[in-house]
């Protein structure tokens, strides 16, 4: 005998279970607070200027953005995120090349305290570029210098951002939440080298013209030091580089030839993989442009196998995001 459900009874009936199953998401998407920096919540700003990446990262994981920084504006790719919330005053060359950006960012934003990263390689392309090369420009102002020293390594350092910042009570859990994320980051490493041979573009695209561009991530870089050696891959980006001229930036400029950037270098090295830093889309553009022009393009062992990836770049700025950063380049490499 079929039992029928009054409309009534029907509606009574989907509203119950409508609300179970919305009770049901809304425990399951919660969003999560992370443990330490709770960066889903707007930072708080201090008085302050930091010089260093690796030193404003660490205070935004903890929740705390200084008034104003000086990074490395044109390397790392979190200076167009930080800065809607805190001041830029230029890259650690633009602060000696002018001796007045400190002091007078300083007097301007009403700030007494700077806060400067001390590393023994602070940045690997430009070995004179320090931080700590403004404190003779400061002799004679009455501004506060504190210094934030990484040679006692990453989790000292924590400790000490905490300090300074006032956020001591925090810098546990974000020390814990880090080791934990590297500790899995590592557990998806290769056994063995795997040996695969990559190109590491890196693209720019130029929104004003629409102009793309591409650079080629030279061997011994930042890319790998932190991806490619621990992985036992090799950069095979030498194949772009230009005879008798010396590798700047760290990157060899791929050239055009009636407005068409030239990969055929590619070809004889076979590489894997081809990564895409940057813009990926002036890589996937030039890769699709020059294989109607040369179609030995199109057997590239990386273009055949589609082992094109776009993937962050990094030059050891975003210390607390490097885990998750290795891990999205393990799940590309290793396949």
């Known amino acids: 005998m079929k039992t029928y459900l009054s409309v009534g009874n029907y509606i009574k009936r989907s509203a119950v279970w409508t609300a179970v199953i919305l009770a049901i998401l809304a425990v399951t998407f919660q969003p999560r607070l992370a443990k330490a920096g709770a960066k889903e919540l707007p930072p708080e700003k201090i008085k302050a200027i930091i010089i260093g990446d690796r030193v404003v990262d660490i205070a935004y994981n903890l929740g705390v953005l200084p008034e104003a920084m000086t990074v490395r504006a044109g390397a790392w790719p979190m200076v167009p995120k930080?800065?809607?919330?805190?001041?830029?005053?230029?890259?650690?060359?633009?602060m000696v090349k002018i001796p007045s950006t400190i002091p007078d960012g300083a007097k301007k934003l009403g700030i007494k305290t700077i806060i400067i990263e001390k590393h023994p390689n602070f940045f690997i392309y430009k070995p004179d570029v320090k931080p700590e090369n403004v404190v003779p420009l400061l002799k004679?102002?009455?501004?506060?210098?504190?210094?934030?020293?990484?040679?006692?390594?990453?989790?000292?350092?924590?400790?000490q951002t905490a300090k300074l910042i006032g956020r001591e009570p925090k810098a546990d859990a974000l020390i814990e939440e880090y080791n934990k994320s590297l500790a899995k980051a590592k557990m998806g490493l290769p056994k063995t080298p795997l040996g695969k041979k990559v190109v590491i573009f890196n693209g720019i695209y130029q929104k004003e013209t629409g102009k793309s561009f591409l650079r080629v991530e030279a061997p011994g870089g930042y890319s790998d030091r932190f991806f490619l050696e621990p992985l036992g891959c090799i950069n095979v980006g030498d194949c772009f580089k230009p005879e008798n001229e010396e590798v700047k930036g760290g990157h060899y400029v791929v050239k055009k030839k009636k407005g068409m950037m030239v990969l055929d270098p590619m070809i004889k090295v076979d590489p894997d993989i081809i990564v895409i830093t940057g813009d990926p889309f002036a890589g996937q553009k030039a890769i699709q442009v020059c294989a109607k022009k040369n179609l030995a393009i199109l057997n590239v062992k990386a273009v055949k196998d589609m082992a094109v990836y776009s993937l962050p770049f990094y030059v050891d700025g975003s210390v607390i995001e490097y885990p998750a950063i290795l891990r999205k380049w393990v799940a590309a490499l290793y396949r």
């Open 140 to 159: 004679g102002t009455d501004l506060e210098i504190e210094y934030v020293d990484f040679n006692q390594g990453l989790e000292s350092a924590i400790r």
């Open 82 to 94: 930080l800065r809607i919330a805190s001041q830029m005053l230029g890259c650690p060359v633009r």
